[in-house]
């Protein structure tokens, strides 16, 4: 079945550094990709998606670009701030029967110092 | 704020007992969605419902069990709890189900089994 697999963290960054969280797929066909964020004692929220090969998800300054040649979603964004500190999740939909559960990575936890 | 609301917010029991957890989707949203988040097995998919009906089942226990109601309201029932299904239980929904929807989470439920 599709499945992700993330760099685990975690990762440690000063404010202002640039962010790339590595995120790659195994998929049949061409699912869409999500990135969801959890910041602490929250839930899950949507981060960004993209839908199809070639296209590019952003939101809040982070960016990701489905990348069919490499089977990659990696995530990036040009100037943390202490604010970005979560932990973030690559995800894709993991067919099975009628379901289109989400298969997630295992999260990559990021701390922005000041 | 996603729009899925999940209540309690914390639920702390006792060994053996039976608890409730309960979920309301997004307005307009058919398909809910339970995950469980343990720091050992990271986010698993539990169970699925669509429009009052059950679609898939992942990794859920005989113990566990949901209901999808007619107002698409869900419930998950966790009975004869162990120490080990001390988890946060996210509830997640969207439009139909398919493979291009987005699935919005819900703050989750933090139970506790002492």
């Known amino acids: 079945g599709n499945s992700v697999t993330q760099m685990e963290g975690p990762v440690t960054l000063s404010e202002e550094a640039f962010l790339t969280i590595n995120c790659t797929y195994t998929?049949?066909?061409?699912?869409?990709l999500f990135w969801y964020v959890q910041y602490p004692g929250e839930g899950l929220q949507l981060l960004l998606k993209?839908?199809?090969?070639?296209d590019k998800g952003s939101n809040k300054g982070f960016e990701a670009t489905y990348r069919k040649e490499t089977t990659s979603f990696h995530l990036e964004k040009g100037s943390v701030q202490v604010s970005d500190s979560a932990v973030y999740f690559c995800?894709?939909?993991?067919?099975?029967?009628?379901?289109?559960?989400?298969?997630f990575g295992k999260g990559t936890k990021l701390t922005v110092n000041p | 704020d996603s729009g899925v609301t999940q209540t309690p917010k914390h639920l702390i029991t006792a060994t053996g007992q039976r608890v409730t957890l309960r979920c309301s989707p997004r307005?307009?949203?058919?398909?809910v969605y339970w995950y469980q988040q343990s720091l050992d097995q990271g986010l698993q998919f539990l169970i699925q419902?669509?429009?009052?009906?059950?679609?898939a089942k992942g990794n859920i226990l005989e113990r566990f069990s949901a209901q999808q109601f007619p107002d698409l309201h869900s419930e998950l029932n966790l009975s004869s709890l162990e120490l080990g299904d001390s988890a946060l239980y996210f509830c997640?929904?969207?439009?139909?189900?398919?493979?291009?929807?987005?699935?919005?989470f819900g703050p989750g439920t933090r139970l506790t089994v002492l």
């Open positions: 998929a049949t066909g061409y699912p869409s």
């Open positions: 993209a839908t199809k090969a070639d």
């Open positions: 995800a894709l939909p993991g067919r099975q029967g009628g379901s289109e559960k989400l298969v």
């Open positions: 997640a929904s969207s439009v139909v189900g398919g493979g291009k929807d987005t699935q919005y």
């Open positions: 419902y669509y429009n009052g009906e059950e679609r």
């Open positions: 307005s307009g949203d058919l398909s």
